[in-house]
Each structure stands twice: as structure tokens, then as C-alpha cells.
């Protein structure tokens, strides 16, 4: 008795104990990318209702995840701060209740213990769960795992059972999982695709499902209407089906497998092997494999139109539904023929064999550049520690440590806001305009100069996942190669740019800075002909008591189109095709004019709008 038992938590506890194993690198990650911009959060919170700005207002291509990137992050920073594990643990604890969950669904769906063991096995593998298990950012992916599998769960249990409460408990993780990630909403698409092949009786019952679905997609286009551009472009076309083939392939074998035809070989005989498997047992009137099929393709279709932003972890969910039929194939192969069972062993070793070492190699990557942002971002608070109110100026930062760690303005979760990198750093970093300019990140070499000569600010050279402090050896190559000349782009907020603003700025309050009814800034002018001056701010509710506001925008004397600031509490960006006469201008004078201002409760100042940067390029 006491073996059986033995035995039984074995069952349960060797996948997480493997998918440990698996991802050990992802346990020790530390944070990088978007993580900075979930963390930044608590930043901005001194309400209630900045708290519920925080978890609902549209962020990220106009995403709204309240539960797995919002609510995760803040409450995570308040009590742990930049400590990593716990976030962590978070993460690896949500991906072993998956498990239990998958193993559970795919016992009931197949009869096979053997099936459900080898399910979670099969998914572990797979190489998409690398960046989920080592990236915090997504988490998404991992809760929206647990909402649908939960729900999905429930659903086993009401068809098997026919008790109320489990179709109230889908109900309600279903609901739940609108807060993990927009692809909660085709559960709805899998319980009816369920129903259908195995359970039609029920069928009907899932019909309200869609409802919950649609009105959540009204609401959410309400709120935040998509704009696709850049990487996340639309391209419906055929283009389609090469996606769909890449990330079936990659499920079936490993992301970015070399050689390419070693993948597409692998995928090939399994794609036969389970599709003969499915064929076969849809002959016999047994249709669950067909929908194992369908739960990757209803998964897997919202991304196939970004074809320039394919992404292994997309495949993570939708790989579910193959990890099952796989391990179905797999546990009805061990029963028949000695054939079968050769070949059921030796397609699921080259599948292990393909994807294992990839899983583990893109989990360490991860866990590295993390290491490599947190030295970065440990090495600035410290020299922001030991020289406030300094500029640092970072030299040496590679594009991963860029796209990675400065883009998402770490610095700032440490208490150093003046961080930028030296001049000339920009020809060192791959530019990916489709995220932003690298541009925006480095100090213009004139104010760097002046900021040298005053003692203003120090050069740090990025060394492995430390800085060195190379003021002393890097000033006379600064002097030598650094131009004095005009900035064509500034960030109002930075004390470090006061010299280029007008006498009617306001002082800096936090992470931004007031103008009145008209403000001036001197920049750098344009130096060929259809280059653009660029503006960003912020508009807060209380200008819009009248309806939108008229901004003007003149550059020396040259009054450009007026635009409408027409969104309260948004960041607005204009863009202004600067007159051709201004070209070789060694300094233009831009003017900026909002048509009336307000004044908030004990204050004597007119307020006219938040700004933001200011560039020509």
C-alpha cells in the first residue's frame, strides 16, 4: 500500500520535478524587456484611482491584462521589489498546476494514465516554453494556461458528472481569464469544438459562451481600438499558411532548428504519424483526436497575421492540444503491434532529442542577457548612489543589452532618471525601428560636452555585467570627437537640458514638466530637406473641461498645421514636415502654444500641457 502511494505522487510530482530540471536557467532569471515597463507601475500609484488606471487602462498595442501583467507586477514589486525569485517561483508554481491540470484532462479524454504522464513530458519540451519559463513578462501565457485548462477541466467534469457546480466553476475561470490574455476569448471555440466531437448533448449549453466573448471584444475595442503597424502590421494573405506551417513545425520539432531541413524532415513523419493516428480513430467514430488538432489551430490563428513577429512562445498554448494527441498516439501505439511500439518510441525520442536541448539552450540565453540587464541596472544605482544628481553616460552597451535592458528605461525603478548613453553608441546598436529610436536613448554631443567640462556628469564603460567608472580616460577623446553643437533633441523633463528652454517652463515635478499657455525650446535644425520635428507629451482630464484643445506649433516664426489634443489623461505624438528653408539652420527657435490653460485647487499657475520630448530628424 504504502508503495502504491509511492508510486501515485510520483505520478503528479515528476513533471514539475522535470520541468525544473528543464528550465532551472529560468528559476534564476532576472528581469529585462517589457518587465521594466510592468514594474514602473507601482511608480505611478499614490491613489485608488491611479490603482485602477494602473490594472485598466490600455497599455502595450492597447492591451489590457489586468490579472498576469498588472496586477502580477505591482503587487510583486510592493512586497519583493527588484528580487526576481519570487516572481519566479510565481511562475514556475503556475506552470506546475498546468501541469497537474493537463495530465488530469488528458486521463480523461484518452482513459490512458500513461497518456496523461506523457502529455506533460511531451509539453515540457517543448522548446516555446523556454521564453514563458524564463522571461516574466510572459506570465500571460502561462495564467491564460491555467484559466483555459481550468475551465476546460470543469467542463470534463460537468459532462462526466452533470453537477451545476462544475459549469458555474467553468463559468467563472472562463470569466477569470479575460484578465490573463486576449486568447481567452476562443475557449468558447473549444468547449463548442468539445462538445461537438465528443459531448453534443451539451453542445447548446456552450452557445453562451460566445456571448461572454463578443461582449468582451466590443468592450475591448471600445477601450482601446486596434491599430496594427510596425511588427505587429496585419498581412492577411497567403502568407498565412507559411506561418501556420512555421509554427507547426517548430511545435513539432524545436523553434529555429538547424538545420532547416532536419526540422522540416522530423515534422514531416510526425505530422503523418498523428494525422494517420487521428484519421484512424475518427473512422472508428472516436473524434477527440480531431479536436486535439483543432485546439492548435483555433490557438495558433490570431497570430498567423503577424508574420513580421513570429515568436516561438506564441506556440506555447496552442501546443497543448498536440502535446495530448501525441501522447494519445503514443499510449494507443504502446498497446498495439511491436511495429507500432518501435515506431511510437523512436518518433518520441527524436522529438525529444530535437527539442530538450533547444528548450534548455533558449532558457539559459535568457537567464544570461537577464543576468547581464541586472548588472547594467545594479552598476547604475550605485554610481547614482555615489554621485546624485550626476548624468551618467554609459559606453560600450551592445544591442542586446540595449533592446533588452536601456530601451525599457530600467533606471528609473532605482532612482537614477539622468542615464543616457554616450555619443556615438547608436552605430554600435542594431536599429529596430519598428520599436522605437535608438536616438532617443543617447545625451546630444553637445550637451554631453558641456556636461563634461562642468563636472556634470560621468562615463561608465559597460564591462561583462559590470561598469567601470572611465571619466578620467575617456574625457580628452570625448573633447576630441564630441561637436559643440546645438541639441536636435531634448526630453523637458531632464534638468540636464534647461539651458535649451524658454524663461516660462515650469520647474520639473517627478517624471515630467508643465508649460503655461506658451513655452519656446532652441534645437539643432533640420540638416536636409523632409526632415520632421516631433513632439511628445501628456494631456491630463482636467484641460478637456471644455473639449479638445488647439495646440500651435511655430518653428522661427514659421506657424505649422494647428493640431487637436482631443484624448484627457493620454500621451499624445505629433509629427511636423519642417519648411525647406529652415535647412543647414545651425539653431531654430520652436514655439509651442496651447489656445487656454487651467488651474488645479491652491495653485497660482496656468497650467497648458505636459511635456515630453522634442526632436528633429
Given at each position: ?14 513533471p514539475p520535478?522535470f ?13 529585462q ?6 514594474l ?14 494602473a ?11 489586468p490579472?498576469?501583467e498588472r496586477l502580477?507586477f505591482?503587487?510583486?514589486w510592493s512586497l ?8 519566479r517561483?510565481?511562475?514556475?508554481l ?13 486521463v ?6 500513461v ?5 506533460a ?6 522548446s ?26 470543469l467542463?470534463?467534469?460537468y ?6 457546480r462544475?459549469w ?7 470569466l477569470?481569464g ?5 486568447l481567452?476569448?476562443?475557449?468558447p471555440v473549444?468547449a463548442?469544438g468539445y ?5 453534443r448533448?451539451c ?6 459562451l460566445f456571448v461572454?466573448s463578443?461582449?468582451?471584444l ?6 482601446a481600438p486596434i491599430?496594427?503597424?510596425?511588427a505587429?502590421?496585419l ?17 513539432l520539432t524545436?523553434a ?7 526540422m522540416?524532415?522530423l515534422?514531416?513523419l510526425?505530422t503523418l504519424?498523428?494525422g494517420?493516428?487521428a484519421?484512424s480513430?475518427?473512422r472508428r467514430g472516436q473524434?477527440?483526436p480531431?479536436f ?6 483555433v490557438l495558433?490563428?490570431?497570430v498567423?497575421?503577424?508574420r ?8 506555447s ?5 498536440l ?7 503514443f499510449s494507443?501505439?504502446l ?6 511500439k518501435?515506431?511510437?518510441v ?10 530538450l536541448?533547444?528548450?534548455r539552450?533558449?532558457?539559459h540565453?535568457?537567464?544570461y ?7 547594467l ?7 547614482h548612489q555615489l ?12 544591442s542586446?543589452l ?7 528605461k530600467?533606471?528609473?525603478l ?16 542594431e536599429?529596430h ?6 536616438s ?6 553637445g550637451?554631453?560636452?558641456k ?6 556628469a ?5 564591462a561583462?555585467?559590470r ?7 575617456y574625457a ?6 564630441w561637436?559643440d ?9 531632464q ?9 516660462t ?24 530637406a523632409g526632415?520632421?520635428?516631433?513632439l ?17 506649433v511655430s518653428?522661427?516664426g514659421r506657424v ?9 489623461d493620454?500621451?499624445?505624438?505629433f509629427t ?9 539652420k545651425?539653431?531654430v527657435l ?5 489656445d ?19 526632436a528633429?530628424?
Amino acid at each position: 500500500m504504502g508503495f502504491s502511494r509511492v508510486l501515485r505522487a510520483g505520478y503528479w510530482i515528476a513533471p514539475p520535478l522535470f520541468c525544473l530540471f528543464v528550465y532551472w536557467f529560468g528559476l534564476k532569471a532576472w528581469f529585462q524587456q517589457d518587465d521594466f515597463a510592468w514594474l514602473s507601475l507601482r511608480l505611478e500609484i499614490t491613489t485608488w484611482q491611479d490603482f485602477l488606471q494602473a490594472l485598466f487602462w490600455p497599455k502595450a498595442q492597447g492591451t489590457i491584462r489586468p490579472l498576469s501583467e498588472r496586477l502580477f507586477f505591482i503587487v510583486f514589486w510592493s512586497l519583493f521589489g527588484l528580487d526576481a525569485l519570487p516572481f519566479r517561483i510565481w511562475v514556475f508554481l503556475t506552470q506546475f498546476a498546468n501541469l497537474a491540470l493537463l495530465t488530469a484532462i488528458t486521463v480523461r479524454l484518452t482513459g490512458s494514465r500513461v497518456a496523461g504522464f506523457c502529455a506533460a513530458i511531451f509539453w515540457i519540451a517543448n522548446s516555446g516554453l523556454a521564453k514563458v519559463m524564463s522571461w516574466t513578462s510572459a506570465y500571460n501565457q502561462a495564467l491564460c494556461g491555467f484559466f483555459l485548462l481550468s475551465s476546460f477541466f470543469l467542463l470534463l467534469r460537468y459532462v462526466e458528472t452533470g453537477k451545476r457546480r462544475y459549469w458555474v466553476g467553468q463559468w467563472i475561470t472562463f470569466l477569470l481569464g479575460f484578465g490573463a490574455l486576449e486568447l481567452n476569448v476562443l475557449y468558447p471555440v473549444l468547449a463548442a469544438g468539445y462538445a461537438l466531437c465528443c459531448a453534443r448533448s451539451c453542445f447548446r449549453k456552450t452557445l453562451p459562451l460566445f456571448v461572454a466573448s463578443a461582449l468582451y471584444l466590443l468592450v475591448r475595442h471600445w477601450a482601446a481600438p486596434i491599430s496594427p503597424a510596425g511588427a505587429y502590421s496585419l498581412y492577411l494573405d497567403r502568407s498565412l499558411l507559411a506561418t501556420l506551417a512555421n509554427y507547426w513545425a517548430w511545435t513539432l520539432t524545436a523553434a529555429f532548428l538547424r538545420p532547416a531541413w532536419l526540422m522540416w524532415a522530423l515534422a514531416s513523419l510526425l505530422t503523418l504519424a498523428l494525422g494517420a493516428f487521428a484519421f484512424s480513430q475518427a473512422r472508428r467514430g472516436q473524434w477527440g483526436p480531431v479536436f486535439l488538432l483543432g485546439w492548435f489551430l483555433v490557438l495558433i490563428a490570431p497570430v498567423l497575421p503577424f508574420r513580421a513577429h513570429l515568436t516561438e512562445y506564441y506556440a506555447s498554448l496552442p501546443a497543448l492540444g498536440l502535446a495530448m494527441l501525441a501522447a494519445w498516439a503514443f499510449s494507443w501505439a504502446l498497446r498495439g503491434p511491436r511495429r507500432f511500439k518501435i515506431a511510437a518510441v523512436l518518433l518520441a525520442g527524436a522529438y525529444l532529442a530535437a527539442s530538450l536541448p533547444v528548450a534548455r539552450s533558449s532558457s539559459h540565453w535568457n537567464y544570461y542577457r537577464s543576468r547581464m540587464v541586472r548588472g547594467l541596472v545594479r552598476g547604475v544605482a550605485r554610481a547614482h548612489q555615489l554621485h546624485p544628481g550626476k548624468v551618467i553616460l554609459l559606453v560600450g552597451v551592445d544591442s542586446d543589452l540595449f533592446w533588452a535592458g536601456v530601451f525599457h528605461k530600467p533606471f528609473r525603478l532605482v532612482g537614477a532618471r539622468s542615464v543616457f548613453l554616450a555619443p556615438g553608441s547608436e552605430a554600435g546598436i542594431e536599429p529596430h525601428p519598428e520599436f522605437g529610436n535608438v536616438s532617443d536613448f543617447v545625451l546630444p554631443p553637445g550637451v554631453a560636452l558641456k556636461a563634461i567640462e562642468k563636472a556634470q556628469a560621468l562615463i561608465y564603460a559597460v564591462a561583462g555585467d559590470r561598469l567601470w567608472n572611465v571619466t578620467s580616460v575617456y574625457a580628452d577623446f570625448a573633447k576630441s570627437e564630441w561637436s559643440d553643437e546645438e541639441p536636435r533633441q531634448i526630453d523637458a523633463a531632464q534638468p540636464i537640458f534647461a539651458p535649451h528652454l524658454g524663461p516660462t517652463w515650469y520647474a520639473i515635478q517627478g517624471r515630467h514638466r508643465w508649460m503655461p499657455k506658451l513655452a519656446t525650446v532652441q534645437l539643432g535644425g533640420p540638416r536636409r530637406a523632409g526632415e520632421k520635428l516631433y513632439l511628445s507629451g501628456y494631456c491630463p482630464a482636467s484641460q478637456f473641461g471644455h473639449g479638445p484643445v488647439k495646440m500651435t506649433v511655430s518653428v522661427d516664426g514659421r506657424v505649422l498645421p494647428p493640431v487637436l489634443l482631443s484624448r484627457p489623461d493620454s500621451r499624445f505624438d505629433f509629427t511636423f514636415l519642417l519648411p525647406a528653408d529652415l535647412v543647414g539652420k545651425k539653431s531654430v527657435l520652436v514655439t509651442v502654444e496651447v489656445d487656454r490653460t487651467f488651474r488645479v485647487p491652491d495653485e497660482d499657475r496656468d497650467l497648458g500641457a505636459v511635456f515630453g520630448t522634442f526632436a528633429i530628424r
